[in-house]
């Protein structure tokens, strides 16, 4: 244990070297910030770089991997100018499934914020938060909600794969940025939706394709704080991030692609301690699949959850 915090301090003193690389506009979270709708619209169709239908693609600081055993022991590389390795459990849903929530009567609805409660539960996943009087228009209330980052061992209402991603060194910050987001193949998982395709691009190649919609992320992992560390992420449908268990990222709900920013110099952090951060994710209603994080903190340490 003693020489896994010596490698996380090491990888803060390489982040010192690399600069913050993200300009931040704002003190603390910055939610719900609009993207541009003309560029790969949830509800219209993509745009954009091509990462292809489940397959792997280097360029445009965009890398997904194939199935791996999501081995998380030691530590992932932290070398300047080498990809940030990160594993990531996808789990795949059906249209005609029993969980409403990825029915394909669910349509765009725009952000609904507050879905999720702001501190993880004990399982280190999100827990719906039910309110009174309170109705968000695309989730099908907690025990659906459940289903969402918890596998079923049966394969009935969703399959979990293990995949990788790989954020690319730009210098100042590291960046994943896919705007053709599909890690499952066609045959993935329990297999892509009939009618299930991709809407407007700039390369018509990639018009009217079909690709495996309807699937949650989850990522876990660790890292050192260094004062001056940025994180931020672009996309689309839900995605919620926690540092430390608390929730600094919030844009729920089925939309186009919506940005936020945290600096975790607001989070009250001590410099040189480990902390958890985790993402959920959620891609739920086709033409468009957008996911970008790009980030100034040089070294992550997965960690393994159940």
């Not at 918890?150 to 991603?165: C, F």
């Amino acid at each position: 244990m003693l020489n896994c915090y010596k490698l996380f301090i090491l990888c803060g003193v390489i982040g010192m070297f690399l600069g913050s690389g993200c300009e931040a506009d704002t003190v603390g979270a910055k939610v719900g910030t609009t993207v541009d709708s003309d560029s790969n619209d949830n509800t219209g169709g993509d745009s954009g770089e091509d990462t292809g239908e489940g397959t792997d693609n280097d360029s445009g600081g965009d890398s997904i991997g194939k199935n791996n055993d999501n081995d998380t022991d030691g530590l992932y590389s932290c070398t300047p100018g080498q990809p940030l390795e990160l594993p990531v459990t996808v789990r795949d849903f059906k249209k005609t499934g029993d969980n409403t929530d990825f029915q394909s009567g669910v349509t765009s609805v725009g952000l609904e914020l507050g879905v999720v409660k702001e501190q993880l539960g004990d399982d280190n996943k999100p827990v719906f938060d039910v309110q009174p009087n309170i109705y968000y228009s695309s989730f099908g209330g907690a025990e659906n909600f459940t289903q969402w980052y918890n596998t079923d061992p049966d394969g009935v209402y969703n399959v979990e794969v293990a995949k990788t991603i790989s954020l690319i060194d730009e210098g100042n910050s590291w960046v994943f940025d896919s705007t053709y987001f599909f890690p499952l193949g066609l045959d993935e998982g329990l297999g892509a939706d009939d009618g299930d395709v991709t809407g407007w691009n700039d390369d018509e190649t990639l018009r009217d394709q079909p690709q495996n919609f309807r699937f949650t992320t989850e990522f876990h992992m660790e890292f050192t704080y260094e004062a001056g560390q940025v994180f931020n992420f672009r996309g689309d449908d839900d995605v919620w991030v926690f540092i430390n268990g608390l929730r600094v990222i919030d844009l729920g709900g089925i939309h186009g692609p919506e940005a936020a920013e945290v600096e975790l110099d607001t989070l009250g952090l001590t410099e040189g301690e480990v902390y958890p951060m985790d993402i959920f994710h959620a891609e739920r209603n086709p033409a468009g699949s957008n996911f970008r994080i790009e980030t100034n903190i040089s070294c992550f340490t997965p960690v393994a959850i159940d």
